[in-house]
């Protein structure tokens, strides 16, 4: 079992490359046991090329990387023994059962036939997949096949689990469900490692992250900590009849800490966007339309990199 005391993965000036692409440029960061780390950023930022280096599938270009304080290029084995691995595209077997898949998965940790048919029970039951156990896979949906790649990586009691993109592509009730799922395996103790380009997904259920962008780290915190620190706690969005955009940040710049104007929008970041709106009106500014939010990822990302995370 993974000691309290250490991370349970360390990197250090961690580098991927491929031929004359780097994926990966020099990062550092540590998982705590019993957290939920994240990695946010857009297609191509490297956080799947981060989580197959952690994953033992993708050998490491440069630096270093420790997993439960073991090297992947020389302990690999040991350490697949230990995780629970959720990839970015489900691999089921689609000729067999629901239940077929989790008990067959079972013999690669050569766990007891009678521990895995116990195993496998409990597991349908936590994802909601009871009733589906004899069914095959092949026709069920989108989200089922998901919970059940959840499951199958359960089904060695890993001490870390790795999720790649875990809810691309599905529905919101789909998606909301997944979230429910992995917020009770956190609150039991379990370890998360998670990748994702859903600024709310990341709220939802990370307790630390970073954010990603071109293979480098360019921001690290929790989601509230990253909000605070490089926006303000209210975003005014508006929509004007006076589009001229460089008119408009010269007018609006004394209003708010940072105004970004995007093609179908003007964003005010303010700790009161109520009363910057409030000035707009006296100005005489032609309002179309206006919201008041609280700010979120999404605008750390846009102030950060000055582009949206899903591309």
Same mark, same amino acid.
């Given at each position: 079992?993974?000691?309290?005391?250490?991370?349970?993965?360390?990197?250090?000036?961690?580098?991927?490359?491929?031929?004359?692409?780097?994926?990966?440029?020099?990062?550092?960061?540590?998982?705590?046991?019993?957290?939920?780390?994240?990695?946010?950023?857009?297609?191509?930022?490297?956080?799947?090329?981060?989580?197959?280096?952690?994953?033992?599938?993708?050998?490491?270009?440069?630096?270093?990387?420790?997993?439960?304080?073991?090297?992947?290029?020389?302990?690999? %084995?040991?350490?697949?023994?230990?995780?629970?691995?959720?990839?970015?595209?489900?691999?089921?077997?689609?000729?067999?059962?629901?239940?077929?898949?989790?008990?067959?998965?079972?013999?690669?940790?050569?766990?007891? %036939?009678?521990?895995?048919?116990? +195993?496998?029970?409990? &597991?349908?039951?936590?994802?909601?997949?009871?009733?589906?156990?004899?069914?095959?896979?092949?026709?069920?949906?989108?989200?089922?096949?998901? +919970?059940?790649?959840?499951?199958?990586?359960?089904?060695?009691?890993?001490?870390?689990?790795?999720?790649?993109?875990?809810?691309?592509?599905?529905?919101?009730?789909?998606?909301? &469900?997944?979230?429910?799922?992995?917020?009770?395996?956190?609150?039991?103790?379990?370890?998360?490692?998670?990748?994702?380009?859903?600024?709310?997904? *990341?709220?939802?259920?990370?307790?630390?992250?970073?954010?990603?962008?071109?293979?480098?780290?360019? *921001?690290?915190?929790?989601?509230?900590?990253?909000?605070? +620190?490089?926006?303000?706690?209210?975003?005014?969005?508006?929509?004007?009849?006076?589009?001229?955009?460089?008119?408009?940040?010269?007018?609006?710049?004394?209003? *708010?800490?940072?105004?970004?104007?995007?093609?179908?929008?003007?964003?005010?970041?303010?700790?009161?966007?109520?009363?910057?709106?409030?000035?707009?009106?006296?100005?005489?500014?032609?309002?179309?339309? *206006?919201?008041?939010?609280?700010?979120?990822?999404?605008?750390?990302?846009?102030?950060?990199?000055?582009?949206?995370?899903?591309?």
């Amino acid at each position: 079992m993974p000691s309290a005391a250490g991370p349970l993965v360390l990197a250090r000036n961690l580098r991927k490359t491929f031929s004359s692409f780097t994926a990966v440029d020099g990062i550092d960061f540590e998982v705590r046991p019993g957290e939920a780390f994240g990695f946010l950023g857009p297609n191509g930022a490297g956080k799947t090329s981060t989580m197959k280096m952690i994953a033992c599938a993708s050998p490491v270009t440069g630096g270093e990387l420790r997993v439960f304080g073991m090297d992947p290029g020389t302990e690999a %084995s040991t350490i697949k023994a230990r995780l629970g691995v959720v990839p970015q595209a489900d691999n089921l077997d689609l000729e067999l059962t629901v239940r077929e898949n989790l008990l067959m998965y079972a013999r690669y940790f050569d766990i007891p %036939s009678q521990t895995a048919r116990q +195993r496998t029970e409990e &597991l349908l039951a936590f994802v909601q997949l009871g009733e589906r156990g004899g069914s095959r896979v092949e026709p069920l949906s989108g989200g089922m096949k998901r +919970r059940l790649t959840i499951a199958r990586a359960l089904i060695n009691e890993p001490d870390l689990i790795l999720l790649d993109e875990p809810t691309t592509g599905l529905d919101p009730q789909a998606r909301h &469900l997944i979230w429910e799922r992995l917020y009770r395996l956190k609150k039991n103790g379990a370890t998360l490692l998670l990748t994702t380009h859903y600024m709310d997904e *990341a709220e939802q259920l990370c307790d630390r992250l970073i954010v990603m962008d071109k293979g480098r780290i360019v *921001a690290e915190g929790s989601p509230r900590e990253l909000i605070e +620190r490089y926006v303000t706690r209210e975003v005014l969005e508006l929509r004007l009849a006076d589009t001229d955009g460089d008119v408009l940040k010269e007018r609006l710049a004394s209003l *708010a800490t940072h105004v970004e104007i995007l093609p179908e929008r003007i964003q005010l970041h303010a700790d009161d966007g109520e009363q910057v709106l409030e000035r707009i009106h006296a100005l005489g500014l032609p309002v179309e339309r *206006a919201l008041v939010r609280r700010a979120t990822l999404e605008d750390v990302f846009l102030r950060l990199t000055g582009r949206t995370l899903v591309d």
